[in-house]
Nanobody, 121 residues
């Protein structure tokens, strides 16, 4: 089994910054694409940013220029640097990863438990 553990959420004032981390753990697995999603109260979960195993990134329009996704393949970790935060960025942020476990040909989708980001003065 592969597990994802997020960290770095918290309360921040508008205009502030936070850096989220998501570390994958388990035994004998390969990670392909990784990404961050968010879900605000009463809304559907939505993609924020993604990154391929080769480092190609994509962002949704509402975070372009403010958020940066990166990954450290040696540490099986993906990051989300969030700058110029706005109250509307308040949400639970979830890490997502496509993985393959040794001995299994399937590519599996794994989710973290989420970390709460609150942007408020």
């Amino acid at each position: 089994q592969v597990q994802l553990a997020e960290s770095g959420g918290g309360l921040v004032q508008p205009g502030g910054s936070l850096r989220l981390s998501c570390a994958a753990s388990g035994s004998d697995f390969s990670i392909y694409a990784m990404g961050w999603y968010r879900q605000a109260p009463g809304k559907q979960r939505e993609l924020v940013a993604g990154i391929t195993s080769g480092g190609r990134t994509n962002y949704v329009d509402f975070v372009k220029g403010r958020f940066t996704i990166s990954r450290d393949n040696a540490k099986n970790t993906v990051y989300l640097q969030m700058n110029s935060l706005k109250p509307e960025d308040t949400a639970a942020y979830y890490c997502n990863s496509m993985v393959r476990v040794a001995g299994d040909l399937r590519i599996l989708e794994v989710w973290g438990q989420g970390t709460l980001v609150t942007v408020s003065s």
